[in-house]
């Protein structure tokens, strides 16, 4: 079936080591008197920059220049000039570059140690915030001190984001959730991070809803209830999109046949996958040699 079965192992391993994820993100923020961390993304190529993940902190991005497309909990948001993006706490993101060039301010930060205020109410930030004058005037005067490092930079930024964070406190907050609640949604991907990396290990293999339920100790039917109230979509869609992934890396290698790839990433139907390849990407698996060569 292979023509070389040493090669084809060599580099399903090696994609499979340069992919191994776990999505829990934990950023560390040792400055006590600073805990925030502010830098510039400068992005330069058109695709995924930013893959799936969460974390416990929030994270806000400002953007300078360019368009983009942040998947928030699977639903899409545009990242276009001026607008500034807010990922609140254990929500499921990744991020899409849709221009050559894009460049945001992106500015990270502990709440526990920023505002008690809004630890304690569990606040959720509307996601996407365009056209308000007062933000945008608040994030280029951050950008500005944070890239001129002046005498008492930080106080002056931890100034700004405290008004950044009065502002949307009292116009931008869509929900505030019970402690309860909070510690539930955290839990939920906790526990999902398991299946997440038993996918990324065995995606090449028939994986079952009840096999995966079982690493977390569910029954099928609250399984797959948890999975797309968590993630958006049925635990079959994200192993199929974690094959179609890898596979459009293997394709781009030059080096097997689309059957070969089909195969190798876990797919046992050859129309079945084309169908797939060609729904996600917008062509099929034959054209990605030819594709990839005009990028």
Known sequence: MYRNVDRLCESMSEESNMQEINLYEEKIIADREFPVQIFENNIRQVGTYC??????????????????????????????????????????????SKTPIFNALVIIFEMDNFSKEIVNHNMIFQTLIESDEYIKELLRAIHKEERDKKLGYKLAVKGKIYELLTYLMRYYVVESISNKEHIRRNKNLKR??????????????????????????????????????????????????????????????????????ASMVGFQDFNNFGRLFRKKYGF????????????
């Open 51 to 96: 893959f799936e993940h969460w974390h416990e902190h929030i994270e806000m991005h400002f953007v300078l220049e360019g368009d983009a497309i942040l998947y928030c909990n699977h639903k899409p948001v545009p990242m276009q000039e001026g607008n500034l993006i807010i990922i609140n706490s254990n929500e499921l993101h990744k991020a899409v």
């Open 192 to 261: 999902l991070n398991t299946v997440f990396q038993y996918i990324q290990n065995n995606y090449t293999e028939p994986l079952s809803n009840i096999e995966l339920a079982k690493l977390i100790h569910l029954s099928e039917y609250r399984f797959c209830h948890l999975f797309k109230e968590s993630i958006g979509q049925s635990p079959l869609a994200y192993i199929n999109e974690v094959r179609l992934k890898k596979a459009n890396r293997l394709l781009q290698q030059k080096e097997f046949t689309v059957s070969e790839v």
């Open 284 to 295: 099929p698996p034959s054209k990605v040699w030819e594709i990839s060569e005009k990028n």
